[in-house]
C-alpha cells in the first residue's frame, strides 16, 4: 500500500513526457525507496493510474515520483 500525495501534472512534465511517448496526467509523491514499478498499475478508488516512468530524487531512498497517467477506458 502507499501513502501519497496526488497532483495534476504541469504542462511541462506533459511535454517532456510525450517526448518520450509515455504521455502522463499525474504525478504521485510517495515517501521511501520505490514500491512501483514503470507498467505497474495504481489505484484510488475507482480510479487507475498506470505508472510510465519512476524518480528517486537522491538516490537516498527519502522519496519516490511517479509519473503516472489515469486511465478509465480498462
Not at 489505484?43 to 531512498?61: A, H, I, M, S
Request: net charge negative; aromatic share 8%; charged share 25%.
Amino acid at each position: 500500500m502507499i501513502h501519497a500525495v496526488l497532483a495534476q501534472a504541469t504542462p511541462q512534465e506533459k511535454a517532456r513526457w510525450e517526448q518520450i511517448q509515455h504521455p502522463i496526467t499525474h504525478t504521485i509523491v510517495d515517501r521511501g525507496h520505490p514500491k512501483a514499478a514503470e507498467t505497474d498499475q495504481l489505484t484510488c478508488g475507482n480510479r487507475k493510474f498506470y505508472v510510465q516512468g519512476v524518480d528517486e530524487p537522491g538516490q537516498l531512498g527519502l522519496y519516490t515520483i511517479y509519473y503516472v497517467e489515469e486511465r478509465a477506458d480498462v
